[in-house]
């Protein structure tokens, strides 16, 4: 040390001090921890603090030793005074004033500096202290009458060290701007520091009355001081208590408050509120303002009208500029209107306005109205620094959000909220997933329950399938006979191709499904696609070789589904000829083949016959339970899957609701098929058996095709059982209707609309797979030729 | 961006006026209140009975050389005016209505405060100076 000579108010403050920082009383006191914060309360720019440091020798020692300490502080005030920090103005410098170290403690600090000075110094060191308008403490000074921290304060003499910075609290900011005010007459301009540091006191062995929360005081910052005074509304604010010395305002504590709490219950929120941020609202202060509330408006679930409120807050005495804007603050929903908890933030921002504390631009989180009446006390701190002003990350407006740590009930909220949406987002999402193809079929179907596990399941399952079946047959076959008969019309007019028509109904449920995969996605039938994919898919594999032209009659397929289809069509034609089985067989196709085309088509990834076979099973046969006779359709399943395999099929299966009537899915294989089936279908039409009638004829094929192409390209035979079941059913809806005749009408009527959106799903498929059909067709002519052109050449 | 922005009672006195500080306030004092009369004519020109259906959004009321005046009121005949640059051509008359919509929002929830008396000033609503600032070219 270099001759370091104190003042025994120096020596007495620094020993003080030395005493606070040494808390483990080792005669040293690390550079980290208080001190830092000591210094840091000093106010003094960081470069200055690092100055002093090392000036004092605490870098080369990596401490603060009692000596060094005490250099410090004389640095520190030297700095302060404005003086050039220099080793030897520790001792030049005269007639130093104590240090000073503003924070939270401010006041208590200067207090103490005041303390330790000379009581002239006192004053002074007090005007000086006041000056800053950050210091905390001189706000405290001119109203100090209500603080119960002040009792503290009386303890001037008490608090040796008090200034010392409160480590924990840095809000030093925002309190200072809450000072502003502090001046104002308004009256309970409590000292908040004063809260502050008495509790910081404490340590110091200082008996002051309120202040044993003193450290939860501290470390809460700030403003603690609403507590204090807080009641006194209906009377004069502590305006009585002025400008009373420190010492003086200490005494008088007598805060008016006059709200119930004493000053004890003023101490211990203050206490409390410590901990937390300034805004914090302690219990007790809650329960004062619902009592408040209650003498207002006795439902807490209520409001308060807004000019109740206007009456209530005036007589605080507040000027009426800062209680509008209070109130722009406090409602939180622009309604004119304060609930519970905007009262008591109201209430809160009057109190703390009341002590001095400047109001703050937003609300501060911990005021916000919360959805749910909460207790405030949780959890403090979550804005140490925010005291005021911050205005709280939270946004004033919105934010009943869960940003509001301290708000326990915010949190159930929040988390309601929160698995609602979930659970929202989870039933959107799944009805999303359902696919047009479900959502097509839902609305009409009363077996909705279908719908869902129609998109969802990816294989059907015989049972689910023999399941759809039933229901199928319950709902009415006329309606997939319907749209297949008029799809057949369409598609016989067309019969470019034979072979592909035959393709188409055979195959077309799988070829066409897979074609158009590739060919078209349409995004329609993504969703339900997955039983009418599997379908297609089942034949799309099968058709890579390009449909067989239509000229070339081959009754069998280039693709073994093509062949299929001829002999499903035969078979079915038989069939058809036999009359009611076969008629049956062609409406339901529609819809099915339609459906499982719309998934096809939509998913040109899905090559995988089996997944549309699958998928498009299931579907067709939840979809139409208008199709009873899922046994006809098994039988023309087998038949058809034969056929199934050819490429262009895909379009026609579509168009095939062979197991969907009702499925918008059929609708789509209908249009799709249209097109290509046209040609198709001119030639399936005679081997469609599906359809009962001849126009239907075609229409069926493909969609018995398609059905068949699904069954092959699924190597199941379950699938393909289902699916045949599933065509057996479409077909067999019509000749089936008598049967379903005599289930609901309703649900025949539902099966009707159902089957009607599928048809025209479907149709909407087929024509596009007509397209691609054409296009497909038109290539491979144009390849065969080449391929002709070339085989010369190749011989050479 | 407005260059100034005035809400005007229903007895043609101002609530509130401010205007880019750059300029001479007074210039735009005159204006909006020489806008008031076109702010009339175009409320009687509605009618007595299309009260209810009448827009709130008046349009442009008048241009001059530098400047375009547009005009907003309300069902209580109170007046939004707004001057904007004219030089000012990307602005247009959807972001002028947005600008009305947000002024007559702010204006609401002062009317909303108990402690503010209609016909008073607007002088104690921060909400409402920093919604208008946000409006206001931004000229600094």
Not at chain 1, 286 to 314: C, H, M, W
Request: glycine share 4%.
């Amino acid at each position: 040390m270099e001759g370091l000579t104190l003042s025994d108010a120096e020596q007495k403050y620094y020993s003080d001090l030395f005493s606070y920082c040494d808390s483990e009383s080792t005669k040293k006191v690390a550079a980290h921890g208080r001190v830092l914060e000591l210094f840091r309360a000093a106010q003094l720019p960081s470069d200055v603090v690092h100055q002093i440091m090392e000036l004092c020798g605490a870098t080369r020692l990596g401490y603060f030793g009692r000596s060094q300490f005490y250099i410090a502080l004389k640095l520190v005030a030297v700095a302060q005074s404005g003086f050039p920090l220099r080793v030897e103005s520790i001792n030049t410098v005269k007639d130093l004033p104590l240090p000073r170290f503003v924070a939270s403690k401010n006041e208590q600090e200067s207090r103490h500096a005041a303390s330790y000075s000379s009581d002239s110094e006192n004053q002074g060191s007090y005007s000086g202290v006041i000056p800053p308008p950050p210091g905390r403490g001189q706000v405290k000074k001119g109203s100090t009458s209500h603080d119960t921290v002040q009792p503290r304060t009386s303890a001037d003499q008490q608090e040796p060290v008090s200034p010392v910075v409160s480590p924990q609290q840095s809000p030093p900011t925002s309190p200072h701007t809450w000072r502003k005010h502090s001046r104002h007459p308004s009256g309970g301009n409590s000292e908040r520091p004063l809260a502050g540091p008495g509790p910081f006191w404490s340590p110091f062995g200082e008996a002051q009355s309120g202040s044993s929360a003193g450290d939860a005081v501290w470390s809460g910052h700030s403003p603690p001081p609403p507590q204090e005074n807080w009641v006194s509304f209906a009377d004069t604010p502590p305006t009585s208590t002025l400008l009373t010395m420190h010492p003086a305002s200490v005494q008088d504590q007598t805060t008016v408050r006059t709200v119930a709490s004493a000053t004890t219950a003023n101490e211990i929120r203050r206490q409390s509120s410590s901990y937390d941020d300034p805004w914090k609202i302690t219990d007790e202060q809650r329960q004062y303002y619902v009592n408040q509330f209650k003498t207002i408006q006795p439902d807490l679930n209520g409001f308060i009208p807004g000019s109740a409120a206007k009456e209530f807050f005036t007589k605080s005495k507040l000027p009426i500029l800062e209680l509008s804007h209070i109130w722009e603050l406090s409602d939180f929903d622009k309604d004119g209107a304060l609930t519970l908890d905007e009262f008591c933030a109201a209430f809160h921002l009057v109190v703390a306005r009341k002590n001095g504390y400047d109001l703050p631009e937003k609300l501060p989180e911990s005021l916000m109205p919360k959805l749910i009446d909460l207790e405030d006390s949780a959890d403090v701190g979550d804005q140490p620094g925010e005291v005021g002003y911050s205005g709280s990350p939270a946004e004033a407006p919105p934010s009943k959000s869960p940003s509001m740590p301290s708000l326990n009930q915010t949190w159930p909220e929040l988390n309601q909220s929160s698995e609602q949406w979930e659970t929202f987002s989870e039933r959107s999402s799944s009805s999303q997933t359902l696919t047009q193809f479900d959502s097509n079929i839902a609305p009409a179907d009363p077996d909705t329950a279908i719908v869902h596990p129609v998109p969802i399941r990816m294989t059907p399952s015989k049972i689910h399938m023999q399941e759809m079946e039933l229901k199928r047959t319950g709902s009415d076959h006329t309606n997939p006979t319907s749209p297949l008969l008029v799809k057949t019309s369409d598609l016989s007019e067309e019969n470019k191709i034979n072979s592909s028509v035959k393709f188409a109904s055979g195959n077309t449920v799988a070829d066409g499904y897979s074609s158009s995969d590739s060919f078209t996605s349409d995004p329609e039938q993504i969703g339900n696609n997955v039983t009418r994919q599997r379908s297609h898919s089942g034949m799309s594999p099968d058709n890579t070789a390009p449909p067989p032209p239509p000229p070339r009659p081959q009754p069998s397929h280039s693709r073994s589904s093509s062949l299929d289809m001829n002999r499903t069509f035969s078979v079915t034609t038989g069939q058809q000829q036999a009359g009611v089985v076969a008629q049956p067989p062609a409406v339901p196709p529609r819809p099915q083949p339609s459906q499982a085309a719309g998934p096809v088509v939509h998913r040109p990834v899905d090559a995988d016959g089996l997944i549309t076979h699958t998928s498009t099973s299931p579907q067709q046969i939840p979809e139409q339970p208008n199709f009873a006779d899922f046994s006809q359709f098994e039988v023309f399943a087998a038949s058809n899957v034969n056929e199934e395999q050819d490429d262009e099929a895909e379009k026609h299966p579509e168009v095939l609701p062979v197991e969907k009537a009702s499925d918008p899915a059929s609708s789509l294989r209908v249009a799709k098929t249209d097109s290509k089936i046209e040609e198709k279908t001119a030639a399936s039409a005679p081997a469609n058996v599906s359809k009962g009638t001849t126009p239907l004829a075609p229409p069926p094929k493909p969609v018995r095709r398609r059905l068949k192409s699904e069954d092959e390209l699924r190597p199941e035979v379950d699938e393909h059982t289902q699916k045949t079941g599933v065509l057996a059913a479409v077909l067999a809806s019509q000749p089936s209707i008598p049967r379903s005749v005599g289930k609901d009408k309703k649900a025949i009527q539902a099966s009707i609309r159902r089957n009607k959106e599928t048809n025209t799903v479907l149709a909407r498929l087929n024509s596009e797979l007509q397209q691609q059909l054409k296009d497909v067709l038109e290539e491979r002519i144009s390849l065969e030729v080449q391929l002709e052109q070339l085989r010369p050449f190749s011989h050479l | 961006m407005a260059v100034c922005v005035a809400v005007i009672a229903k007895e043609n006195y101002p609530l509130y006026i401010r205007s880019v500080p750059t300029e001479n306030e007074l210039k735009f004092h005159y204006m909006v209140h020489t806008s008031l009369d076109v702010v009339d004519e175009k409320i009687s020109a509605m009618g007595k009975a299309l009260v209810d259906q009448r827009e709130l959004y008046l349009g442009l009321l008048y241009p001059t050389e530098d400047y375009k005046v547009y005009g907003y009121v309300t069902n209580s005949k109170v007046k939004f005016v707004m001057v904007v640059d004219a030089s000012n051509t990307a602005l247009r008359d959807n972001e002028i209505r947005s600008m009305f919509r947000k002024l007559h929002n702010s204006y609401t929830d002062v009317m909303c405060n108990p402690f503010y008396d209609p016909g008073d000033r607007i002088q104690s609503s921060r909400a409402f100076d920093g919604m208008v600032t946000s409006m206001m070219i931004q000229v600094c």
